[in-house]
């Protein structure tokens, strides 16, 4: 039971709460994963000898914490090449294109439409300064003679979003531009 266009994940759950199971079972079927949920470790050890799954799961655990364990879990294991080639990444940044969603580390990060386009050529270009003149025409479409401090708004803004946690990742280079730096280039 998979999205369109998705490939399938499946999750294998020990639970021996027959009420929390069923829970449980429904819950991440409605989230479109295919679920087997067991009642002892041997049933699990059995169901893990008979299949292929993308991720175990333990307690303690909320729903709406389990389901953003799975994503975050399943964020970080993806080898699927469109995948791959959708996510921009720089440090624990992480950008998917398709998607439109921003991750830092575990939280998502909510962003304006430009603030995407900005983070997305920033990433694009992650260890490199770009100029003010670049991002214009890069992600406003103006040339030189526009006024740059609607980028300088605009990098400080991306700030206050990505740059909450350490270590900082969002860098200035006075007289050249911004750029996105992973701790281990600084």
């Keep these: 039971m998979s999205l369109p266009g998705t490939t399938s994940t499946s999750l294998l759950r020990v639970e021996d709460d027959d009420a929390i199971r069923e829970l449980l079972a429904s819950a991440m079927r409605s989230a479109h994963y295919e679920v087997l949920v067991v009642a002892t470790g041997a049933d699990a050890l059995r169901a893990a000898g008979r299949g292929t799954y ?28 469109s995948a791959a080639r959708a996510m921009l990444r720089g440090a624990d940044l ?44 890069r992600v406003w479409g103006y040339h030189s003679e526009a006024d740059g401090r609607i980028v300088e708004t605009y990098i400080s803004a991306l700030r206050q979003k990505i740059d909450t946690i350490e270590p900082k990742l969002l860098h200035t280079s006075r007289g050249f531009g911004y750029c996105i730096r992973p701790p281990d280039q600084s």
Excluded at 70 to 78: D, G, K, W
């Design 94 to 137: 992480a950008l998917d294109e398709d998607a439109r969603r921003v991750w830092r580390g575990e939280e998502e990060v909510a962003l304006t439409p430009t603030e995407f386009r900005l983070l997305t050529y920033l990433l694009t270009n992650v260890g490199t300064v770009v100029s003010k003149d670049q991002i214009l025409e």
């Design 54 to 81: 993308d991720l175990y799961l333990t307690k303690p655990f909320s729903l709406e914490e389990l389901r953003f364990r799975v994503e975050a879990v399943l964020r970080r294991t993806r080898t699927d090449a």
